[in-house]
């Protein structure tokens, strides 16, 4: 597949096709792995990784990736270390940026600023996460669905929770590989219109519904797979308190486990705020619960988009 330089800023970037190519590149080379072939596709290229918030999984496995795949992974503490922390504009930073390396990841608050980074670099850019979305997570998330469940189209999903990245990026997830989505939230929480809109215009065209609801009890019915976050995000601490309270009944918890099917699959992108959004007996479920399963494909899944990005 030929793609000029192309950048993962929103799910809404790559088409079914490209998505689709993205899941077999990443069943190939974690099957490599399994099967201890190297593969050092990246070879002498290296990613720089700009982080302004904290990260576990994304700075871990984006790391460990780049080194698997033969690169060298960079990382760049966007408030202690680079100038863009004091000043210096996201376009020359992105021109400088482009003349050192071959692709840039990037953590930080303002989406705005991950579409002017990839607007100004002439090497891709991937979106490790914004307040807005954050698209390595779900396309892992359907990864891991497939993985476990095969075909995603026609299967339901309900996200319960805050209508947050994770919300939007599941909406553009579900709408672009044909998955029903439902997302419970409490008033005032829910999914922003736009997001919503542009991701309903491709549901539409790929035979999905998208639907928003307040009642969580109501919506996971018949769910093939749950999936909560937690309710104050990176940026939002100040408000955690006041959250605990309003979103009561939307705690993913046994009673609302046993309303979807039997088979129900669990995932949660991690960190958990265990006890708030999620109860330990549902997280821990061993029938239903794929998190760390989850957790350990952004590795894969992630060398599929720095091979697929970086070697072009
Ligand atoms: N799920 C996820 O992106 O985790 P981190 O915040 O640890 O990177
Ligand atoms: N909604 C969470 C996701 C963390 C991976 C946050 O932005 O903090």
Known sequence: ?????????????????????????????????????????????????????????????FEV????????PLYLDIKANLQVGRGETIEDTARVLSRYLDGIMIRTFSHDDVVKLAKYSSIPVINGLTDLLHPCQVLTDIFTFIEHRGDPKGANVVFIGDGNNMAHSWLNGAARCGMNLTIASPKGFEVKKDVFDAASAVAKYNGCTLKLTNDPREAVKGADLLYTDVWASMGQEAEAKERVKKFEGFQLNRELVDLADKDVLIMHCLPAHRGEEITDDVIDDPKHSVVFDEAENRLHLQKGILHILMTK
Request: proline share 0%; no cysteine; hydrophobic share 35%.
């Open 1 to 61: 597949m030929h793609m000029l330089k192309k950048d993962l800023v929103s799910i809404l970037d790559w088409n079914e096709e490209e998505i689709k190519h993205l899941f077999k590149t990443a069943e190939r080379i974690k099957n490599y792995q399994k099967t201890g072939v190297e593969f050092h596709s990246l070879k002498g290229k290296t990613l720089g990784m700009m982080f302004s918030k904290a990260s576990t999984r994304t700075r871990v496995s």
């Open 65 to 72: 990736g780049m080194y698997q795949l033969g690169g060298y």
